[in-house]
C-alpha cells in the first residue's frame, strides 16, 4: 500500500524521458527533411498549438490558413486548440509542437524553468486582459477598489501585480470562475476578463459593466505571440522565418476583414458566436493593436517592453533577479 | 512491543524501494538533461520544499483541517445513514441509488455552484471534502451492517433483544472492519476533496492550502514546487490512513472482539 505512489512517480519519470528525450532528436532529424521537401514543391507539415480554444484572440492565426498565406508559403499547417492549463509552453520547448501561441510573460517564466523558447510576433501590442466592474458602482479606475469582492486567477502574473500595487482595502479575493453568474449576482464584484470577449457577454446577459485594463494600470505583456524553440530557430531558420511572414499576413487580413476567419472559428468553436467575434474584432483593433503600425512592422517586438517586464516579474519575486536574460526572450528581426 | 524482528520486514522494503527510486531518479535527471520545465530532481525538490517550508506547513495546515472537517464529517454522516439503510429495507432501496449517484458526480462540475450556495472560504472546503469522501464509508459501513451472521440475529431475538439492542452489541461491532476499509478509502479521498475544493473557492487574499500552491508552481511552470506541494499533499493522506490503521486496529477492534 504504500510502494504504489513510488511506482507511480517511477512510470512518470520513465513516460517523461522516453517521450521527452525520444522525441527532440526524431523532430530534428525530420526537421532538414522538411525544409528539403518544401523546395520539391510538397508542403511541409508545421504544428501550431494555441493557448486557449480558437477565438478572436488567435485569428490572425487562422485567417492565415484560411486565406492560403500559408500554404503560399510552402507549409501545411495544422492548428491544435488550446484549453485551461493546455501545456503550449512546454511542448513547444521540447518539440512536440513546432510553434506555439502564448502570452510575454508566460515566455519568461517558462525560461526560468529551461525551457528553450523565443517569441517570434506579437500581434496584441496592447494585452486584452481587464477587470470587469458594474458601471453603477461608481468605480472608474482599479485605486478605487475598494470593499469589492475580486474574482481573478491569483496564480497569473497580472493577478499578482494588481495585489502588489493596489491597497486593497476591504477586498476580498477569491478564485475566478467560468462562469459570469457570481459575478452578474454580486453589484460590488470585480471579475477578470479579456476586453474583446467578456465585456460582451455580460452586455448580452443584461448588466452594464465597466472595464478596467490591467495595461492601463502598468502591467502589459504582448498577447497571443507567436513561439518557438531556440532549437527550431537553429535548425529551421528558413521555415520559422516563412511562418512569421505567413502569420503577419493573416493577423493583417484579420483585422482588416474577419469574415471568412471568423466563419471558420466558429465552426471549430461553436461556442463562440459570430457577433463576438465580430465585437472582439473591433475590440482588438480599438485596445490591443498598435494603431500607426506599417506593414511591415506589424507585431514587432522592442527591448524595452521585454526589459520592462522581466523587471516587473523580477518585483513581483516570481522570478530570480537575473535568472532570464531578456535579450534571450525574443527574436530580434 | 513488537521486536526489531518482526517490524524489520514491513518496513525496510519500503524504504529500500523508497531510496532506490529516488536514487535513480537524480541519476536520471542528472546524467539525462532533462530539463526543470519537464521533470525536477529530487535535490531539488528538497531544495525547494526546504525555502518554500513556511509556506507549505501554513498551506499543509489550513488543507488539513479542511480535509479532516470532511472526513469526520463523512464517517458521522455516512455511518448513521448505513444505520437507517439497515434499519429499513425500505429506506435503503429508495435512497441507496442516490448514494451511489453521490459517487459518480463530478465534483468539478458542481463545486462552482456549492460556492455559489455556500459562499467562498472554509465551509465549502470542507463541504466539498465530505461530498467525495461519504459514499465509501456509506457502501461499506451498510455492507457490514447488514452482513450479520443470521443464526446471531435469531439468538439475540430469541432473547427479545429489541433493535437498538441487536444495533449496538451486534451489527454495529461487527461492521469495524468494513467501517475501517471505508475509512480508509474515504482518507485519501478527503484530501484530494479538500485541495480540488481549494482550486474553485479558496480562503481570501492573504491565507491559502495546498490546493493554490499547486496552482501556482504549475503556472510558474516550477516543477520542483508542485512536487513539494504534491508530495505534503499525499504526506497528509498517508498521515490520515496511519491514524486510521492505529484507530482500527486498537480502540475498534478490541469492541469487535468483545
Redesign the interface.
Known sequence: MYRLPWFAWFAAAAWILLTGCGRVPTEGNSATADDAKSDTNTLTKVSLMLNWYPEAEHGGYYAALVHGYFEEAGLDVKIIPGGPNAPVVQQAARGAVDFGVTNADRIVLARAQDAKIKALLAPLANSPRCLLVHADSGIEKFEQLQNVTMMLSREHAWAQFLIKKLPLDGVKIVPNSASLAPFLADPRAAKQGYIISEPFVAKKAGADVRSLLVADFGFNPYTSVLMTSDQTIEQRPQLVRKVIDASRRGWEKYLADPTETNRRIHELNPEMGLEILDFGVRAMKEHCIEPDAATDSFGRMTSERWHLLVSQLEELAMLDPGAVDAAALYLAE | MKSVREIAPVVL??VA??LL?VL??QL?VRF?H??????PSPLAVARAAWTKRTELCGALTLTAAGALCGFAASLIVGTLIAIAFSFSRIIKASCYPYAVFLQTVPIVAIA?LI??WFD?GFQSVALIAFIISLFPIITNATTGLTNVDRDLVDLFELHNANRWQVLFKLRLPSAVPYLVTGARISSGMAVIGAIVGE????Y??TRFGLG?LI??A??????DELFAAVIAS?ALG?AVFTVVNIVGATVLSRWYHA
Open positions: 522494503p519500503p524501494l523508497f527510486v535513480a531518479w536520471v539525462g532533462i530539463e526543470s520545465y519537464l521533470l462552482p460556492v455559489v467562498y482550486f474553485f473557492t479558496g481570501g487574499a493554490y496552482m501556482q504549475t503556472n510558474r511552470m516550477k516543477t499525499t498517508m
